[in-house]
């Protein structure tokens, strides 16, 4: 649920927690509702643009590099060698570009539902789309849960589920049949990672059932990281990472270590920390 109050502030209501989030804004930049979602973006006072779909934050200008990078540099820096990454939602691009950074990455492609918001990422965020004509990279526009289906067995190193949240054309990316595929189409030592909500209102929910949904269709390991989101709900967000036959509790420190990508948040330290699951989630996950 979102508003624009008269004293244009944008509010984001998390109405089943009791708690919102809001943002000063000067204008609105595009309203438009595509075949699937409402899509807003907003120019705000402090964050820099902000893009909605149906009444739900996205991302802003300002901290968006947490997400991108948390959401692309673990798993790629655990995955032993990811050369074929495939990237299921996402469409403004910030995973992509995050993705690209790994010169070993020989093909990715990116799976968006909804063209509308690529579209008005090429408009309203040029920072995330500057990598998008890397010839690596292919774009798609269809339905992710199809592509799943439809993609042959063990042809994926890494896929990234970057979606919107489990309702709504989001809904299906989060069933026990749609991981049950993703195992299916990654190579032995191929690893998946999901956006997975917030570690302080989700973990014995979403989150503990995506886990328990991972293991059930094959995954051996599984790791979820937690990092800061201050435009989320709680400002706390998490990635898990799921690998087929191997390990997703080690990861390539030594190389993570020597990058001289220009991150802002992902560091080996950072991963390191990440792994380490605070008590309560280890509780709410504890089987
Ligand atoms: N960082 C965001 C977050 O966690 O709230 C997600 C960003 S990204 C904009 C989410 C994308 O998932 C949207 O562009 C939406 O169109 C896409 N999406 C939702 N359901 C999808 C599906 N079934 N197949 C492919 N893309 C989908």
Redesign the pocket.
Known sequence: MSELRDDQWFTEVFDSHGSAFSLKVSEKLLDVQSE??HLEVYATETYGNL?V?DG????TDRDNFL?HEMIAHPVLFTHADPKRVVI?????CGTLKEVLRHEGVEKVTQ????EE?TKAAERFFPSLVESNHDPRAELLF????KWVDEAEDDSIDVLII????PV???E??FKTDFLKRCHRILKPGGIMVQ?SESPLYHSDSIIRELRGDMKKAGFESVATLPFPQPV?PSGW?SVTLAGKGVSVERFREEAATATQMPLQYYTAEVHRGALALPPFMRQAFAE
């Open positions: 699937y979602q893009m779909l739900c934050v996205m991302l997400y299921i939602g996402g469409g403004d799976i968006d539902i909804d918001v269809a339905d992710g849960v970057d979606s919107t949240d709504g054309p989001a299906g990316l956006q989320y967000w």
